[in-house]
């Protein structure tokens, strides 16, 4: 039987009947992954153990927050996130965020393809022998791409819950456990710092985690019953780990001084196993990556099947796991931050103070109609986010003590407040 799609289209009320455990299942297993394990890892030795974990958890709380507003945008209309973007930006003019969310997309989908590869890469050559990296990047690139044409009620449903989340918590705590085990945690806490990174911008590194799956978080958010139970399962959910897989990476450095951590979690008892039990639920990241480019694509044209945009994101993210070399991934969540967390200050405040949680949703899809503004862009949102991802830019560059996440979106927000009550447009 074919999957059915969704498109961009409000969701059918029969479609609609995720709950709160399906949505802390779903957001608690795209938290805990490979990717955000070497996050943490990144944050040691230039921080002590101490800072890092503060760090991560400020991080995570402020990150959470957008994040499940803009889910809760999707909950309560049955839209996708970049649809989400056409009452504040204009039809034509939710278009460049759609294509830079397709760019930011197709990366994850190749980062997530590279640290898959990498951990079964090793899995296979401690225990065979045998080493062949591209061989398992094309292995996952075609596995993601199966999931992302099931879709997400089968993935988080089928998949998710029954089996994966179940795997990875066990996997979880065994870990921890590993880590820690006949470690003195006084020592690791008392471990000087290096130097090179501040606790701001540190908190800027963990909140670009959250901030990062904002641009599709209501591509899942939209299938909810019940719009509170969406915001409260994807808040908690993320919450927990994102905590807990952040500060794993940093414990790893530390107490095992591993640099590569997925050496780390080989090194441990029982690490061969824990690492294929961890990457068969890190699958599930590479599907919502894969799965919301395609739908983004759709909101600039509907008339892409979904799974053939399924297919090509899928091999492009699959070339570029063949030549990206992964210590551009720091640098690739700063440029998330810079972009999206500014122009979510705008449509964050655009639906819940500007129009109070009402959107009208058959002109969302009425070109010339209540939100088309001056030939299908408002310039009042774009100049908001520009000022934003400005202030953004500025702030890591000459004032990286104040850390720039909080005061973009803020400004940005701001901003466009002011001049939506200013500037009126025809």
């Given at each position: 039987m074919k999957p059915p799609e969704w498109g961009i289209e409000?969701?059918?009320?029969?479609?609609?009947?995720?709950?709160?455990?399906?949505?802390?299942?779903?957001?608690?297993?795209?938290?805990?992954?490979?990717?955000?394990?070497?996050?943490?890892?990144?944050?040691?030795?230039?921080?002590?153990?101490?800072?890092?974990?503060?760090?991560?958890?400020?991080?995570?709380?402020?990150?959470?927050?957008?994040?499940?507003?803009?889910?809760?945008?999707?909950?309560?209309?049955?839209?996708?996130?970049?649809?989400?973007?056409?009452?504040?930006?204009?039809?034509?003019?939710?278009?460049?965020?759609?294509?830079?969310?397709?760019?930011?997309?197709?990366?994850?989908?190749?980062?997530?393809?590279?640290?898959?590869?990498?951990?079964?890469?090793?899995?296979?050559?401690s225990v065979f022998g045998y080493s062949s990296f591209n061989l398992w990047v094309v292995f996952f690139a075609f596995i993601c791409a199966a999931m992302a044409i099931g879709g997400p009620l089968l993935v988080i449903r089928q998949w998710l819950?029954?089996?994966?989340?179940?795997?990875?918590?066990?996997?979880?705590?065994?870990?921890?456990?590993?880590?820690?085990?006949?470690?003195?945690?006084?020592?690791?806490?008392?471990?000087?710092?290096?130097?090179?990174?501040?606790?701001?911008?540190?908190?800027?590194?963990?909140?670009?985690?959250?901030?990062?799956?904002?641009?599709?978080?209501?591509?899942?958010?939209?299938?909810?019953?019940?719009?509170?139970?969406?915001?409260?399962?994807?808040?908690?959910?993320?919450?927990?780990?994102?905590?807990?897989?952040?500060?794993?990476?940093?414990?790893?450095?530390?107490?095992?001084?591993?640099?590569?951590?997925?050496?780390?979690?080989?090194?441990?008892?029982?690490?061969?196993?824990?690492?294929?039990?961890?990457?068969?639920?890190?699958?599930?990241?590479?599907?919502?990556?894969?799965?919301?480019?395609?739908?983004?694509i759709q909101n600039i044209s509907s008339r892409f099947k979904q799974w053939t945009l399924i297919i090509a994101i899928s091999f492009v993210g699959m070339i570029l796991a063949l030549v990206v070399p992964m210590d551009q991934y720091s640098w690739f969540l700063l440029w998330i931050g810079a972009v999206f967390i500014p122009l979510f200050g705008v449509v964050i405040i655009d639906y819940y103070l500007v129009r109070s949680r009402r959107y009208r949703i058959e002109e969302l899809y009425r070109l010339k109609g209540e939100y088309w503004y001056s030939r299908g862009v408002n310039p009042r949102a774009v100049l908001a986010w520009a000022i934003g991802v400005v202030t953004y830019f500025y702030i890591v560059n000459y004032a990286s003590w104040l850390g720039a996440s909080i005061p973009s979106l803020v400004v940005s927000a701001i901003v466009y407040l002011m001049v939506t009550k200013l500037w009126k447009i025809d």
């Open positions: 409000p969701v059918k009320s029969e479609y609609r009947y995720l709950g709160f455990l399906d949505y802390f299942v779903l957001w608690s297993s795209l938290s805990v992954g490979l990717l955000v394990f070497w996050a943490g890892s990144l944050l040691v030795p230039a921080l002590d153990l101490k800072s890092a974990l503060l760090a991560i958890v400020l991080g995570t709380i402020i990150g959470n927050l957008p994040l499940a507003f803009v889910g809760l945008i999707g909950s309560e209309c049955a839209i996708p996130t970049m649809v989400t973007v056409r009452p504040s930006f204009g039809i034509r003019g939710s278009y460049l965020p759609t294509a830079l969310n397709v760019l930011q997309l197709v990366g994850w989908t190749a980062f997530e393809i590279i640290v898959m590869a990498r951990a079964a890469d090793t899995i296979v050559t819950e029954r089996f994966a989340i179940w795997i990875v918590y066990g996997t979880s705590v065994w870990i921890a456990y590993s880590i820690t085990a006949g470690q003195d945690l006084w020592r690791l806490l008392s471990i000087h710092p290096e130097g090179g990174i501040s606790l701001l911008y540190a908190i800027d590194l963990v909140v670009a985690m959250p901030i990062s799956w904002m641009p599709l978080v209501a591509d899942y958010g939209r299938f909810a019953k019940d719009p509170k139970a969406s915001l409260l399962g994807t808040y908690s959910g993320y919450f927990l780990g994102n905590v807990m897989f952040y500060g794993l990476g940093a414990l790893s450095v530390l107490a095992l001084g591993a640099a590569d951590p997925i050496a780390a979690i080989a090194a441990i008892a029982f690490g061969i196993p824990a690492l294929t039990l961890i990457l068969v639920d890190e699958t599930d990241n590479g599907f919502a990556d894969i799965y919301s480019a395609a739908v983004s």
